[in-house]
T-cell receptor, first 118, second 116 residues
Framework: GAVVSQHPSRVICKSGTSVKIECRSL??????MFWYRQFPKQSLMLMAT?????????EQGVEKDKFLINHASLTLSTLTVTSAHPEDSSFYIC??????????????FGSGTRLTVV | AQKITQTQPGMFVQEKEAVTLDCTYD???????LFWYKQPSSGEMIFLIY??????QNATEGRYSLNFQKARKSANLVISASQLGDSAMYFC?????????????FGGGTRVLVKP
């Protein structure tokens, strides 16, 4: 089946530094990638939608200059948290859309990245 | 805009018993899909079951079944014969069926704890 590899699984960084999270679709072409943020014991909140080769579409309230998304190829999308602060600590998870698998099984999630900013 | 509501923040269920997780939704789209995902403590999202808005029959996948009541805009998940491994967070989600977009909107989730 479709697999999305997300790295790193855990990262601890100092306040003020930047962190890059990668999501790779291993056996399919991800024309669309969704990035979610999840606080402890809460739901997944969509941050942005990216389509290969075009700029990401950010949800209302999400700072695009702080959360940089790049979807330069059909198999790789990255989320960079710039100038991270403790309030950015969260669980970030990506989901790749594989249209060839139809609407039912077309969403494949990465395993998530737990970011802790100290 | 789409909205998913899960009113049960947490539930206990006895092993081998059935449990129903509630999900109601609101959307202006005529065609949409409803999903249920399981998220264990490891954080991964596991797809469980899908129901299309025009599907006439309720979806079933093994021990999972979806009680779809379109007029009530509800899509409850029924887990039969609960197992200890079913302890996890469960999310209801929906997406419009369109040529573009198709982003998933999630409900707040229900934490299920299966007791031996």
């Amino acid at each position: 089946g479709a697999v999305v590899s997300q790295h790193p699984s855990r990262v601890i960084c100092k306040s003020g530094t930047s962190v890059k999270i990668e999501c790779r679709s291993l056996d399919f072409q991800a024309t669309t990638m969704f990035w979610y943020r999840q606080f402890p014991k809460q739901s997944l909140m969509l941050m942005a939608t990216s389509n290969e080769g075009s700029k990401a579409t950010y949800e209302q309230g999400v700072e695009k200059d702080k959360f940089l998304i790049n979807h330069a190829s059909l198999t790789l999308s990255t989320l960079t948290v710039t100038s991270a602060h403790p309030e950015d600590s969260s669980f970030y998870i990506c989901s790749a859309r594989d249209r060839s698998r139809g609407r039912v099984h077309g969403y494949t999630f990465g395993s998530g990245t737990r970011l802790t900013v100290v | 805009a789409q909205k998913i509501t899960q009113t049960q923040p947490g539930m206990f269920v006895q092993e081998k018993e059935a449990v129903t997780l509630d999900c109601t939704y609101d959307t202006s789209d005529q065609s949409y899909g409803l999903f249920w995902y399981k998220q264990p403590s490891s954080g991964e999202m596991i797809f469980l079951i899908y129901q299309g808005s025009y599907d006439e029959q309720n979806a079933t996948e093994g021990r999972y079944s979806l009680n779809f009541q379109k007029a009530r805009k509800s899509a409850n998940l029924v887990i039969s014969a609960s197992q200890l491994g079913d302890s996890a967070m469960y999310f209801c989600a929906m997406s419009p069926i369109k040529a573009a977009g198709n982003k998933l909107t999630f409900g707040g989730g229900t934490r299920v704890l299966v007791k031996p």
